[in-house]
T-cell receptor
Framework: QQQVKQSPQSLIVQKGGISIINCAYE??????FPWYQQFPGKGPALLIA?????SEKKEGRFTISFNKSAKQFSLHIMDSQPGDSATYFCAASPDSARQLTFGSGTQLTVLP | GAGVSQSPSNKVTEKGKDVELRCDPI?????LYWYRQRLGQGLEFLIYFQGNSAPDKSGLPSDRFSAERTGESVSTLTIQRTQQEDSAVYLCASSSAPTVYEQYFGPGTRLTVT
């Protein structure tokens, strides 16, 4: 029940295209859903996060869509750029929890 | 300002040896987390420190793993009698809040057990 399932494992997108990464969870106590971006040799960095009181959050080219009834959330990267090539992790946690439960990651490659 | 730093960046050790990994959190951050990242996988929570409270050790995989933190400063993760399955990147994160918000990660220590 603690798992967060992430798909696809890898994604190749042309420059200017839309990248979409999906996550699903089972634990209904999860109340905080961040996305992290990780470049090779670096630690993950918080990209954007959402709480279930809203269905969508947008920051620049990055948008989280959240479907509470389906227990799913997704990351959309608009106008994808080669510099977006990285591994993306979704995560989830109950509001007052102390640790994040991470998805298995999606390796995104944006072709120039 | 300085971010989370970890040392060493790489560590190769022989099976059965003990290793110590170090994490320097962002100054003033009260919360500190250790995670393990196996090749091609997501991050697994290991242990959490918050101020002077008892640490949450619920993620430690075995009694060969332990961690210490003095106050709100440096933390060390110790793995005793290392096994090949311990090979992974060990990531440290710190946060200014007592909850999970905005964890800032270090670059990690890549541990290889031969």
């Amino acid at each position: 029940q603690q798992q967060v399932k992430q798909s696809p494992q890898s994604l190749i997108v042309q420059k200017g295209g839309i990248s979409i990464i999906n996550c699903a969870y089972e634990n209904t106590a999860f109340d905080y859903f961040p996305w992290y971006q990780q470049f090779p040799g670096k630690g993950p960095a918080l990209l954007i996060a959402i709480r279930p009181d809203v269905s969508e959050k947008k920051e620049g080219r990055f948008t989280i869509s959240f479907n509470k009834s389906a227990k799913q959330f997704s990351l959309h990267i608009m106008d994808s750029q080669p510099g977006d090539s990285a591994t993306y992790f979704c995560a989830a946690s109950p509001d007052s929890a102390r640790q994040l439960t991470f998805g298995s990651g999606t390796q995104l490659t944006v072709l120039p | 300002g300085a971010g989370v730093s970890q040392s060493p960046s790489n560590k190769v050790t022989e099976k059965g040896k003990d290793v110590e990994l170090r994490c320097d959190p962002i100054s003033g951050h009260t919360a500190l987390y250790w995670y393990r990242q196996r090749l091609g996988q997501g991050l697994e929570f290991l242990i959490y420190f918050q101020g002077n409270s008892a640490p949450d050790k619920s993620g430690l995989p075995s009694d060969r793993f332990s961690a210490e933190r003095t106050g709100e400063s440096v933390s060390t993760l110790t793995i005793q009698r290392t096994q090949q399955e311990d090979s992974a990147v060990y990531l440290c994160a710190s946060s200014s809040a007592p909850t999970v918000y905005e964890q800032y990660f270090g670059p990690g220590t890549r541990l290889t057990v031969t």
